[in-house]
Structures are given as C-alpha cells and as structure tokens.
C-alpha cells in the first residue's frame, strides 16, 4: 500500500519532471569533465567576440564568494548544496503535476545544486567555464548548474506573478 502512494504521489506531482533535473545534470557533469580534460587550467579559447570558454575553479560561490577562505567553505557550501537539494526534492512531492511552471523551475534549480554539490564534494570547488564578455563587461565565469539555476529562479518569480495574477481575478469574481 505504501508503495502505491509513492507511485501515485509521484506521477502526481512535481516529481514527474525529475526526468528534466537529470538530463541537466548529465549536460553539467560532461561538460565540466570535457573542459576539464580538454584545457589546462586557466586556458581560454575564444569561441566568439562575446564568449569564451575559460577553464577556472571556484572553491566559493556565487561571484566566487568567500573563494579566498583556508577550506571550510568547502564543507559549508556542500552542506548548503545538499540542503537545498532535499528542500528542492520536497517542494517537487508537494508541488501538483498540474504546476507545471513551478515543477520545472524546480527541476531546473534541483538540477543545479546537484550540479555543484558533485563538484563540491569531489574536487573541492566547482569547475567553471562558460566566460561572457557583455559590451566592455567580463561577466564572472560560470557553469550549466549555475545557469540552470538562473533559469530555475526566473521561472519561479514568472510563476509567483501568474499565481498571483490569478489571485487577483479569483477574487474579483467571487466579489
């Protein structure tokens, strides 16, 4: 019996689009072993004016924060990694199938903390090495994880104004 609840809270929600956080996955961990075996560190071959692809580490996170730490980070950036993964995972079991803005936001951002805690955990720091250059800008060097993020978040404010947006109208037609 409890199998098939899990079977059918599965097929019910969020969880469906699992399928979308690990074809993510996959992309992000072959790309970084391909730079990574492909570059010498710190190596950069301009692919066009605007992008590069530069092989970095990042033992920090988000613009390389805290990068310059003795190691700790290493530890609390995994935990948080691993932390957010599971609240990703659990918001996925509570999200309905039908949500299917928010159950792709969320497959988009669990893929890319899990991305990144393989990263963490393995080497230490996250490999970085998509590297664009906006007008006289060089954006900070990032990864398909961090990307999938960016785009998990947008969704999820998009999502947050059409639920809301919704809202507003529910509640003009019960007036």
């Known amino acids: 019996m ?3 609840r899990m079977k059918i809270s ?3 929600t969020a969880l469906s ?3 979308l956080a690990i074809v993510f996955i996959v992309i992000d961990q072959v790309t970084k072993q391909w730079v990574a075996n492909t570059f010498n560190y710190g190596e950069s071959l301009s692919v066009i004016s605007y992008f590069n ?7 920090g996170a988000a613009f390389s924060f805290l990068a310059d730490q003795p190691g ?6 995994t935990t948080i990694s691993l932390a957010a993964s599971i609240l990703f ?10 949500n299917k803005l928010l159950s792709v936001a969320l497959a988009f951002m669990l893929s890319g903390a899990v991305g990144n805690l393989i990263d963490r955990a393995l080497f230490g720091y996250v490999i970085d090495f998509i590297d664009v250059i906006i007008f ?11 990307s999938a993020i960016f785009v998990g978040a947008a969704l999820m404010i998009i999502e947050s104004f059409k639920a809301e947006k919704a809202k507003k109208k529910e509640k003009s037609l019960d007036n």
């Open 2 to 4: 409890v199998n098939n």
């Open 10 to 12: 599965f097929k019910e």
């Open 17 to 19: 689009w699992l399928w």
């Open 53 to 59: 692809i530069t092989y970095v580490h990042n033992p």
């Open 72 to 77: 700790w980070q290493r530890w609390f950036f």
């Open 89 to 98: 995972v659990v918001w996925m079991l509570r999200t309905p199938k039908t």
């Open 136 to 146: 006289t800008y060089n954006y900070p060097v990032f990864n398909i994880a961090d």
